[in-house]
DNA sequence: CTGTTAGCGCTTTCAA
DNA sequence: TTGAAAGCGCTAACAG
């Protein structure tokens, strides 16, 4: 049977669609009695509003676009809680898409959004610099940044100050006594990235150490472990996400722990990075903190249970996610906002980072 | 300025909006050079075609509702990965929302999901009957069932056998030599919870071991770990997600570690309560396996690199989202689908359990 | 090969 | 206190 319309509630109840459509939204003054029947008649026929026809006319569709790197980033999984949380106390349902860093499907993901009419985006850009973006910037439709900025972008920015979290952590490791700590980084483009790298140098720089290129390397963020169901360890990359022509973490940080001038610390700038680090380590038969000290972004609840625990930058990622979850509620009222002042990154040490020497 | 419409395109190319309509969709043959003048305007304009408009009268959205528990859980994650990747590939959005295993909370998600005039829904339901989802069902919407079922609702449900898998985990701990084996569990409603304290309960029978009830030890699963930035453990309940009157694994866990009759193993089934009964053994000031030996549903990637490393019980999660996503998409094109059988669990052997006796 | 027109289900003046 | 009717932007007959 085909759905009730505000119609078959307006025949049943004996009054104009017009009653119907102003007792569902309290909009204006209806008698108790006609009221009651018009209830009554939504009850029997267990009537729901069509969510698409209002918007039409209204224009808002009480849809928010959340577009992120990877859901399975701990990071973010932790943010879109604090973001889901927000909305669903207001009533506004979030379309999430995950971009694997990926400019072209960050791409699909905005044409679709676009097309679905929503009230407003919260997105955690590639880096490259998106039409489609700017173009919904520039017809209106409130936009926060979550974690890092797109090119030319003009919209307020929920995140950390990683330059600063980066600096602390290079000074750490400096203060134990490590002079060759290399930084494990995926792509330049992305903000926070590249504000990491900035902190590891300027830290280095502070320190009179060396700013050792060969030390700086790059790699694809997308390693998922290693193969659950066999013995030995493979590592395992999505296929879909995939970037082609980059390696993994584990791959390519091997290639520097096996070389005569390996580092005796690492700093690694991604939770998903961090993944592939410690197998690399463990991989090329490495003790840490013993062999190679490790330093990572990001906290999670697991962290400590690590062997060893885990020395991490932490970020407040749920409360990340729901400030920009506010603000952009506040810009779609039409409330004025000011941009929002970067989070300081808390050094939380454990156990993975030591002085360096066997 | 306001967004424009196909009228507008019409306008500019010097055609009729059924012809844009057409050029747009493909629908009907146009001469190349109207076509060519129609793909002008469109471009000149940057139109895009309201969704929501189109929606109203083909009545589809491509729109799907995703509801799950907790987007925070590690089987969710990957789950609603493998679930995004094939609906991005389609052109559908997916709409997600967490219900924490809250019923009330379910029932908010679905009213407003019913609305949005969604394409279909994947739900992992609470357990707790649900009028509104019942409805959804009876009114046609292509619903597909993952991890667990709901009462009453006939709907394919994608997921693992879980009797079987509790079932060889217990077997594996008796096969040790552990006779008193408790297991923690949070709701009896979610049917996979259920099933999986069935396996356990099956495996103790056929071994003729004592069927303890006081070993059965229940939970709220939302602990999200210790404080992160004090220095001694201070278990984080997140407030909206907190079931009143109902305690963490932590705290509860505790207790029945601490009596004199300790069990000598522990089966967890479920990936957020392993956390905290990891908590709650360090705690008490427990080694594993030596003092006590774990094996807890769910792999994660960073399970080996836990101290100890996790023996666990592995589902395809990834695998489950991109099955339900798929068998959801054939439901939708109107295909007749069979309902899947379950998928088998299989048991990883690491180093959290051992022979018992110190 | 292309245009006209009647809705899709709802909100919202305007009028009564 | 309520109803009639004009759209919102689009698709899909039906005409031509």
Redesign the pocket.
């Known amino acids: 049977m085909?759905?009730p319309?505000?119609?078959d509630v307006a025949r049943l109840a004996?009054?104009?669609?017009?009653?119907?459509?102003?007792v569902?939204?309290k909009?204006?003054?209806?008698?108790p009695?006609?009221?009651q029947k018009v209830l009554e008649a939504i009850k029997a026929l267990s009537?729901?509003?069509?969510a698409l026809?209002?918007s039409?006319?209204?224009?808002i569709t009480r849809k928010i676009g959340l577009v992120i790197s990877d859901i399975s980033n701990p990071f973010f999984t932790a943010a879109v809680r604090g973001i889901e949380d927000v909305f669903l106390t207001s009533h506004y349902n979030v379309i999430l898409n995950n971009t694997d860093e990926i400019p072209q499907r960050e791409d699909d993901c905005l044409r679709l959004l676009a097309s679905q009419q929503i009230d407003g985006l919260i997105i955690a850009p590639t880096g490259t610099r998106n039409e489609n973006l700017l173009a919904m910037a520039e017809s209106g439709i409130p936009i926060v940044q979550l974690d890092r900025r797109s090119p030319d972008l003009m919209a307020p920015m929920v995140g950390v100050n990683n330059e600063d979290g980066a600096y602390q952590a290079i000074r750490y490791l400096i203060s134990l006594g490590h002079e060759r700590i290399a930084c494990l980084i995926h792509y330049d483009a992305i903000t926070t990235q590249h504000d990491r790298l900035q902190g590891w140098e300027r830290a280095l720089q502070e320190a009179g150490l060396p700013v050792d290129r060969e030390l700086v390397i790059r790699a694809d963020p997308h390693f998922y472990g290693i193969q659950s169901d066999a013995q030995h360890s493979v590592p395992i990359v999505r296929p879909t996400s995939h970037r082609p022509g980059m390696r993994s973490a584990y791959e390519v940080l091997q290639v520097l722990l096996r070389s005569p001038r390996r580092p005796s610390a690492l700093f690694v700038t991604s939770n998903q990075l961090t993944l592939g680090a410690l197998y690399a380590i463990r991989e090329c038969g490495l003790a840490c903190p013993e062999d190679i000290s490790l330093i990572s972004f990001d906290d999670h609840d697991w962290a400590p249970l690590f062997s060893p625990p885990l020395t991490v930058l932490s970020q407040p990622s749920y409360r990340l996610g729901q400030t920009a979850a506010q603000l952009l509620m506040k810009m779609i009222n039409g409330e004025t906002v000011v941009d929002p002042i970067p989070q300081r990154v808390d050094l939380i040490k454990r156990a993975s980072c030591a002085a360096p020497g066997r």
């Open positions: 085909p759905k319309t505000s119609m004996g009054v104009s669609i017009a009653t119907v459509s102003h569902v939204n909009t204006r003054f209806v008698s009695e006609t009221e009537y729901r509003p069509n026809a209002r039409l006319v209204t224009n």
